[in-house]
């Protein structure tokens, strides 16, 4: 056992070590992120001009949202691993894995934790920055239950996310291109994910039927959770019981297809 997590805890210091490499990168494209906000600050300010409330929250609890979302994005958004995984299948790279005594999927978890490490620790400095300048329209509710709630979310959200990439990531054993599937899953991610507007403005059928799929859960769930949109504490327990069902049939699909693409991969280069 210990020689197991030995094993990973190198590739995640491998990681790491790789990610601090760019680290500047991330910091840019953190600083970035919030002109995202300014833009946001400017539509929802029209938005909220001709009323103090929209969906029962006002535009301070709104603002708050889109901000807890970027930085959540940079804890556990999965931004590349697909590709990377694609990359390794079609160079032929994954082929050392199958002569090593390594689990492709613990390695390539290992590296995205390491990866995620980096970004949200990263993301911190434009909120600090930024903080002075935003701190009258942020606004966060302060109930216990929503740290006890909104961890595991979080935590299940990035099982969700790194899953997904995973599994698209795998798609290469039968395709040569996944850009296009990759593209196609984050655009509708970001309508039901709730990166575009919040899912609770949505009309109430359409609300009620993206809380039975797996993209509610990738960002927008431990989101409503920290930031006050979600009130009934059952109706979390409800989602973190959905949501860690989700964590199961996904990462049994990227089994299935680990399994079933070893057996048309021909150990060709790498």
Same mark, same amino acid.
């Given at each position: 056992?210990?020689?197991?997590?030995?094993?990973?805890?190198?590739?995640?210091?491998?990681?790491?070590?790789?990610?601090?490499?760019?680290?500047?990168?991330?910091?840019?494209?953190?600083?970035?992120?919030?002109?995202?906000?300014?833009?946001?600050?400017?539509?929802?300010?029209?938005?909220?001009?001709?009323?103090?409330?929209?969906?029962?929250?006002?535009?301070?609890?709104?603002?708050?949202?889109?901000?807890?979302?970027?930085?959540?994005?940079?804890?556990?958004?999965?931004?590349?691993?697909?590709?990377?995984?694609?990359?390794?299948?079609?160079?032929?790279?994954?082929?050392?894995?199958?002569?090593?005594?390594?689990?492709?999927?613990?390695?390539?978890?290992?590296?995205?934790?390491?990866?995620?490490?980096?970004?949200?620790?990263?993301?911190?400095?434009?909120?600090?920055?930024?903080?002075?300048?935003?701190?009258?329209?942020?606004?966060?509710?302060?109930?216990?239950?929503?740290?006890?709630?909104?961890?595991?979310?979080?935590?299940?959200? #990035? !099982?969700?996310?790194?899953?997904?990439?995973?599994?698209?990531? =795998?798609?290469?054993?039968? *395709? $040569?291109?996944?850009? &296009? @599937?990759?593209?196609?899953?984050?655009?509708?991610?970001?309508?039901?994910?709730?990166?575009?507007?919040?899912?609770?403005?949505?009309?109430?059928?359409?609300?009620?039927?993206?809380?039975?799929?797996?993209?509610?859960?990738?960002?927008?769930?431990?989101?409503?959770?920290?930031?006050?949109?979600?009130?009934?504490?059952?109706?979390?327990?409800? #989602? !973190?019981?959905?949501?860690?069902?989700?964590?199961?049939?996904? =990462?049994?699909?990227?089994? *299935? $297809?680990?399994?079933? &693409? @070893?057996?048309?991969?021909?150990?060709?280069?790498?």
């Amino acid at each position: 056992m210990l020689a197991t997590l030995n094993k990973y805890r190198a590739a995640f210091s491998v990681g790491l070590q790789s990610n601090l490499v760019y680290r500047v990168n991330f910091a840019i494209r953190g600083f970035f992120s919030f002109f995202h906000l300014i833009v946001v600050f400017i539509l929802w300010s029209a938005a909220y001009a001709g009323s103090p409330a929209i969906g029962g929250f006002n535009f301070p609890q709104t603002f708050t949202y889109f901000v807890a979302l970027i930085v959540v994005q940079f804890m556990i958004g999965a931004f590349n691993e697909d590709y990377q995984i694609s990359e390794e299948i079609r160079s032929g790279l994954i082929n050392q894995f199958l002569l090593k005594p390594v689990n492709y999927f613990a390695y390539r978890f290992s590296i995205y934790l390491s990866a995620r490490l980096v970004t949200g620790l990263l993301i911190l400095l434009p909120v600090l920055v930024t903080y002075p300048l935003l701190k009258d329209y942020l606004v966060l509710p302060t109930d216990a239950w929503r740290l006890a709630l909104g961890l595991p979310a979080l935590l299940m959200s #990035g !099982l969700i996310q790194f899953g997904i990439a995973y599994c698209f990531g =795998l798609v290469s054993f039968w *395709l $040569l291109e996944i850009q &296009g @599937l990759v593209i196609l899953s984050m655009a509708i991610e970001s309508v039901l994910g709730g990166q575009i507007f919040p899912l609770d403005l949505l009309p109430d059928w359409l609300f009620r039927l993206s809380q039975y799929l797996p993209y509610y859960y990738q960002m927008y769930f431990p989101v409503a959770i920290f930031t006050g949109r979600l009130n009934d504490p059952s109706a979390a327990l409800t #989602g !973190l019981g959905i949501q860690a069902c989700w964590v199961v049939i996904i =990462l049994a699909i990227g089994q *299935l $297809l680990w399994q079933r &693409g @070893l057996r048309l991969h021909t150990a060709v280069g790498g």
